[in-house]
T-cell receptor
Framework: GGIITQTPKFLIGQEGQKLTLKCQQN?????MYWYRQDSGKGLRLIYY???????QKGDLSEGYDASREKKSSFSLTVTSAQKNEMAVFLC??????????FGSGTRLTVL | GDSVTQKQGQVTLSEDDFLFINCTYS??????LLWYVQYPGQGPQLLLK?????NKGISRGFEATYDKGTTSFHLQKASVQESDSAVYFC????????????FGAGTRLKVIA
C-alpha cells in the first residue's frame, strides 16, 4: 500500500497572498492531480500531471499554478488568494488513468 | 459536455434502513461509472466501479447498476450502519485512458444509531 501526504492540513492566508500547497505520494504512481472541493459542488479538476515533467490544465486552472518537482511530488500555488476560495484542496494519484487515490486534503481559509 | 447529477444533498436514515442515492449522468459515450465515498477527515476513496462490460458493481454491501436506458447509476444498500455515514460521490470517465473524471456534487449520508 501507499499513502498521499498533503501539507499543510490547514492553511490560512490573506486576500491577495500567494499560497503554496504540497503533495507527496509513495505509491510510485505516474499521474498526479489537484482537485478543489467546495460544499455542494463536488470535486473539480485544477491541474494534473501524467508523468514527471508534464503539466495539464483542468477545468478550474485559472488563478492557480502547479509544479511537478519529481515523480513523487506535486505542488499547487494559489497565485492571488481570494475570499471566495475557501475550500478543501485534494491531491490524488493514479496509475495511468485508473483508480484515483486521494490525500486527506488541505483546508484553505482566506481572511 | 459530460455531467453527473446527484439531486440529494443530504440523506438521513436510521440504522438498518434501506439506502438509495440517486445518480444520473449525461454523456455521448458509454462511460465508466464510479462511486467514491469520503469519510469525515479523509479524502474520497473508490467504493465501486462499473464499465460497459459489467453492468453491476458490488462492494462492502453496496451495489450500483449501470442503466444505459435511463442513464442512471443509483447506489443502494439493504441495511445501513452508523459507520456508513459519509459523503458519497458519483463520477464518470467518458472513455478509457481519459484522465478527466466528472464528479457529482455529492450526497451526505447521516445514519442515526
Amino acid at each position: 500500500g501507499g499513502i498521499i501526504t498533503q501539507t499543510p492540513k490547514f492553511l490560512i492566508g490573506q486576500e491577495g497572498q500567494k499560497l503554496t500547497l504540497k503533495c507527496q505520494q509513495n505509491f510510485n504512481h505516474d499521474t498526479m492531480y489537484w482537485y478543489r472541493q467546495d460544499s455542494g459542488k463536488g470535486l473539480r479538476l485544477i491541474y494534473y500531471s501524467i508523468t514527471e515533467n508534464d503539466l495539464q490544465k483542468g477545468d478550474l486552472s485559472e488563478g492557480y499554478d502547479a509544479s511537478r518537482e519529481k515523480k513523487s511530488s506535486f505542488s499547487l500555488t494559489v497565485t492571488s488568494a481570494q475570499k471566495n476560495e475557501m475550500a478543501v484542496f485534494l491531491c490524488a494519484s493514479s496509475i495511468g488513468a485508473e483508480t484515483l487515490y486521494f490525500g486527506s486534503g488541505t483546508r484553505l481559509t482566506v481572511l | 459536455g459530460d455531467s453527473v447529477t446527484q439531486k440529494q444533498g443530504q440523506v438521513t436514515l436510521s440504522e438498518d434502513d434501506f439506502l438509495f442515492i440517486n445518480c444520473t449522468y449525461s454523456t455521448t459515450t458509454y462511460p465508466t461509472l464510479l462511486w467514491y465515498v469520503q469519510y469525515p477527515g479523509q479524502g474520497p476513496q473508490l467504493l465501486l466501479k462499473v464499465t460497459t462490460a459489467n453492468n453491476k458493481g458490488i462492494s462492502r454491501g453496496f451495489e450500483a447498476t449501470y442503466d444505459k436506458g435511463t442513464t442512471s447509476f443509483h447506489l443502494q444498500k439493504a441495511s445501513v450502519q452508523e459507520s456508513d455515514s459519509a459523503v458519497y460521490f458519483c463520477a464518470l470517465v467518458d472513455r478509457p485512458g481519459n484522465y478527466k473524471y466528472v464528479f457529482g456534487a455529492g450526497t451526505r449520508l447521516k445514519v442515526i444509531a
